[in-house]
């Protein structure tokens, strides 16, 4: 069995939910072969799935919104790069289709969420899976025009799956297609190594996590220095924060992997980010932004499930962060943290029924 999972590059946050699904399909079904389709670089995926045997394609398989920063959208951009990959698809789709029947193997199509995945699986005759909190149908739909029409086409798309696998914080997704809700969509965190815990225990000031995603957000370095009664973790980057509260992560380490040791997280509203805090009860410290879709469902969750601050893109740049300020408690109840292990197993489900035929499967594609 082939899972071949064609993953947005949008952002690593698709990458980072789809790699803890098929680590799980890997622990539930080690002989399966598994595809992971992405222009993500290689090493960013191989640092988050961390196993061997994994078939990287480099494709890209949609556009998502091309963006002027973690913040801001770019939508004339996102016309253009769209257009642009409309006249590369068809033969990416012949070269793909053509590499998953040189396998030999029954496929299942897994996707997050690129709507050309429906035609791959169309001409493979194989049943398709999508995992989402969204579609690229109601992140277009708002900005009008030929956006709104694209989001249209993507909707068509959508409603060709077999099964929705619909994560938390989610839109309407309204495709007409059996689904099934899962809990937050994410890996564990790994032990790190020996001299960096060390380093990191014997941080006396609160730790808070800083990061905005793959491409990031420019912080005046001197903000740190106005909470000289907390230490801060950064992603890697081009240089060191002359900073003496700041501590800059090594390569290959995921935000993740320190959560257990932070007391909150600073950055902008993220599935991924979200999902990963609250498995590990991080307090959230999010930045507003206000020109994409997700958003309000991100945040609806967050003031439901998480302990939280909201901050203004002002106060933000201003270095009024409140990390001195109680958290807001959540207004319900944390969700559970099983979400990639429930989509992995529906996936498998799902293709033992369509390929092996299994009538003990309680499957509900």
């Given at each position: 069995m082939l899972i071949y999972l064609c993953s947005s590059s949008h952002g690593f946050g698709h990458a980072a939910r789809d790699a803890a699904v098929l680590q799980w399909i890997r622990n539930l079904r080690p002989h399966w072969r598994l595809a992971f389709s992405s222009v993500v670089q290689d090493s960013v995926l191989r640092c988050l799935l961390a196993m061997d045997g994994v078939a990287m394609r480099r494709c890209r398989w949609d556009v998502g919104m091309v963006q002027r920063d973690a913040l801001a959208s770019d939508p004339l951009g996102t016309v253009e790069a769209i257009e642009a990959l409309e006249k590369q698809l068809p033969s990416q789709l012949d070269q793909e289709a053509s590499w998953i029947k040189d396998q030999g193997e029954p496929v299942l199509v897994l996707a997050d969420i690129p709507p050309a995945a429906a035609e791959l699986a169309m001409r493979l005759d194989a049943p398709l899976v999508w995992l989402s909190n969204f579609g690229w149908d109601e992140i277009y739909a708002p900005f009008g025009g030929v956006l709104k029409r694209k989001g249209e086409q993507a909707k068509q798309a959508y409603q060709r799956g077999d099964l929705l696998l619909r994560c938390p914080f989610d839109l309407s997704m309204s495709w007409g297609l059996p689904e099934v809700?899962?809990?937050?969509?994410?890996?564990?965190?790994?032990?790190?190594?020996q001299g960096l815990q060390d380093r990191i225990t014997a941080i006396e000031q609160p730790l808070v996590m800083v990061g905005f995603g793959g491409l990031g957000l420019s912080i005046d370095h001197g903000l740190f220095l106005r909470w000289p009664r907390h230490h801060f973790l950064l992603a890697p980057s081009g240089s060191d924060p002359p900073c003496s509260n700041v501590t800059v992560l090594p390569a290959g380490i995921r935000p993740l992997d320190v959560f257990p040791y932070c007391q909150r997280h600073l950055g902008k509203p993220g599935f991924s980010t979200f999902c990963e805090a609250m498995s590990q009860r991080v307090g959230l410290h999010v930045v507003e932004r206000s020109d994409f879709a997700e958003v309000s469902a991100l945040l609806s969750g967050l003031r439901r499930h998480a302990d939280h601050r909201m901050l203004s893109k002002q106060a933000f740049a201003a270095g009024d962060w409140l990390l001195d300020q109680p958290l807001q408690a959540a207004t319900g109840s944390p969700l559970p943290a099983n979400g990639a292990l429930q989509a992995a197993e529906q996936i498998v489900l799902c293709a033992e029924r369509r390929w092996e035929?299994?009538?003990?499967s309680d499957l509900i594609c």
């Amino acid at each position: 069995m082939l899972i071949y999972l064609c993953s947005s590059s949008h952002g690593f946050g698709h990458a980072a939910r789809d790699a803890a699904v098929l680590q799980w399909i890997r622990n539930l079904r080690p002989h399966w072969r598994l595809a992971f389709s992405s222009v993500v670089q290689d090493s960013v995926l191989r640092c988050l799935l961390a196993m061997d045997g994994v078939a990287m394609r480099r494709c890209r398989w949609d556009v998502g919104m091309v963006q002027r920063d973690a913040l801001a959208s770019d939508p004339l951009g996102t016309v253009e790069a769209i257009e642009a990959l409309e006249k590369q698809l068809p033969s990416q789709l012949d070269q793909e289709a053509s590499w998953i029947k040189d396998q030999g193997e029954p496929v299942l199509v897994l996707a997050d969420i690129p709507p050309a995945a429906a035609e791959l699986a169309m001409r493979l005759d194989a049943p398709l899976v999508w995992l989402s909190n969204f579609g690229w149908d109601e992140i277009y739909a708002p900005f009008g025009g030929v956006l709104k029409r694209k989001g249209e086409q993507a909707k068509q798309a959508y409603q060709r799956g077999d099964l929705l696998l619909r994560c938390p914080f989610d839109l309407s997704m309204s495709w007409g297609l059996p689904e099934v809700s899962l809990g937050l969509v994410c890996a564990s965190p790994r032990a790190l190594p020996q001299g960096l815990q060390d380093r990191i225990t014997a941080i006396e000031q609160p730790l808070v996590m800083v990061g905005f995603g793959g491409l990031g957000l420019s912080i005046d370095h001197g903000l740190f220095l106005r909470w000289p009664r907390h230490h801060f973790l950064l992603a890697p980057s081009g240089s060191d924060p002359p900073c003496s509260n700041v501590t800059v992560l090594p390569a290959g380490i995921r935000p993740l992997d320190v959560f257990p040791y932070c007391q909150r997280h600073l950055g902008k509203p993220g599935f991924s980010t979200f999902c990963e805090a609250m498995s590990q009860r991080v307090g959230l410290h999010v930045v507003e932004r206000s020109d994409f879709a997700e958003v309000s469902a991100l945040l609806s969750g967050l003031r439901r499930h998480a302990d939280h601050r909201m901050l203004s893109k002002q106060a933000f740049a201003a270095g009024d962060w409140l990390l001195d300020q109680p958290l807001q408690a959540a207004t319900g109840s944390p969700l559970p943290a099983n979400g990639a292990l429930q989509a992995a197993e529906q996936i498998v489900l799902c293709a033992e029924r369509r390929w092996e035929v299994d009538p003990g499967s309680d499957l509900i594609c």
